[in-house]
């Protein structure tokens, strides 16, 4: 939603009801469904417009939160909620824009993946870098 001129405010919430209700093994009936979180949370904002005469300015801010997560049907193994935040800052003069971003800004460290025998898969670390482009 444009909040202001040039402001534009994004909201989600994802809920999932994943109780199981069927299995061969009894015992995990009514738990959650394995790598399934509960709950998913994002929230946005941009500014992209001009900065003076001849320059436009981009900068956007992306946070994202995605409840716990149980790794097995069991349920005895959980990845507690992860809060992850990317954002990007740039300038465009005519056809030339720089613009530098960041995707997990503040490096958290978790678990992105889990597999039977205790192996699990970390998820990126934190990520940033400069894009330079030219439209033509």
Not at 99 to 106: G, M, S, V
Request: net charge negative; glycine share 8%; charged share 20%.
């Amino acid at each position: 939603a444009e909040v202001l001129p040039n402001l534009d405010i994004n909201a989600a919430v994802g809920v999932t009801d994943s109780n199981i209700k069927e299995f061969p093994d009894p015992a995990v009936i009514g738990n959650e469904a394995p790598q399934i979180s509960r709950y998913t949370l994002n929230l946005g904002a941009q500014y992209a417009g001009p900065l003076t005469g001849s320059v436009d300015g981009l900068l956007r801010v992306d946070y994202r939160r995605t409840g716990k997560t149980w790794w097995e049907p069991f349920n005895t193994t959980v990845r507690a909620p992860v809060d992850i935040v990317d954002a990007r800052a740039g300038i465009t003069v005519d056809d030339v824009s720089i613009t530098a971003f960041a995707q997990n800004l503040f490096d958290e460290t978790y678990n992105a993946e889990f597999s039977p025998g205790g192996f699990v898969f970390r998820a990126r670390l934190r990520r940033y870098g400069v894009e330079i482009g030219y439209r033509f």
